[in-house]
């Protein structure tokens, strides 16, 4: 079956600019989670949905950092005012109805902001 | 404190060279997960192996096998026979059973950079 989906593969944006990364989770899943790998920082936890429970976002670095996720399904993870430090890999990942299953990751989408 | 220490940060062996990964993970939860991924090249992360925290016993899967050993909080992963196409960056990761704020979230290790040369 289809695995995890991410889009754009990637993004090179200026910095001051708003970004979008898309997530496409395994049919099926319901947690889904966003990770962010960097040279310095390794891969670090942004945040978390479980079905229709409230997210776990005591990973986002900053306000300007936001995610959605509709119908249970797709997530958008939105940066504001991109700074260069933002740059990194993002990671998507999904996991079966336990949040303790295994999490399968997506391909990433690596963001550039000059 | 970092939860997961991948203490080797590069390796590299001879193609047919037994190869050990090593990890030590810090919890004080009584139920947790232990997790590895390959990521190769092309960026993507692999799955490799899933251990809970009941279950010490060994396992082997191919030429991979992972020792799990509570007494010292360690993970360690060997590849035995190595290959080229072995050569990649190996993450170990915990993730806590009982803390319901961190419940599924992983935390990983800064990876092993594993280099097989023919």
């Known amino acids: 079956g289809a695995g995890v989906s991410q889009s754009p593969s990637n993004k090179v944006t200026e910095k001051g600019k708003d970004v979008e990364l898309r997530c496409d989770p395994i049919s099926g899943h319901t947690a889904l989670y966003w990770y962010r790998q960097s040279l310095g920082q390794g891969l670090e936890f942004l945040i978390y949905?479980?079905?229709?429970?409230?997210?776990?976002k005591s990973g986002l670095p900053s306000d300007r950092f936001s995610a959605e996720r509709t119908g249970g399904s797709v997530s958008t993870l939105t940066i504001q005012r991109t700074q260069q430090e933002d740059s990194a890999v993002y990671l998507c990942?999904?996991?079966?109805?336990?949040?303790?299953?295994?999490?399968?990751f997506g391909p990433g989408t690596r963001l550039t902001v000059l | 404190a970092q939860k997961v220490t991948q203490a080797q940060t590069e390796i590299s062996v001879v193609e047919k060279e037994d190869v050990t990964l090593d990890c030590v993970y810090e919890?004080?939860?009584?139920?947790?997960?232990l997790f590895w991924y390959k990521q190769p090249p092309s960026g993507e992360l692999v799955f490799l192996i899933r251990?809970?925290?009941?279950?010490?016993q060994n396992e082997i899967s191919g030429r991979y096998s992972w020792n799990f050993q509570k007494s010292t909080s360690s993970f360690n992963f060997t590849i035995t026979a190595s290959q080229v196409v072995d050569s990649a960056v190996y993450f170990c990761a915990l993730s806590e059973g009982n803390r319901g704020s961190t419940l599924g979230r992983l935390y990983f290790g800064r990876g092993t950079q594993l280099t097989v040369w023919p």
């Open positions: 251990r809970n925290s009941f279950d010490e």
């Open positions: 949905f479980q079905g229709n429970s409230a997210p776990d």
């Open positions: 919890t004080r939860d009584t139920t947790y997960y």
């Open positions: 990942a999904s996991s079966s109805p336990s949040v303790t299953d295994t999490q399968y």
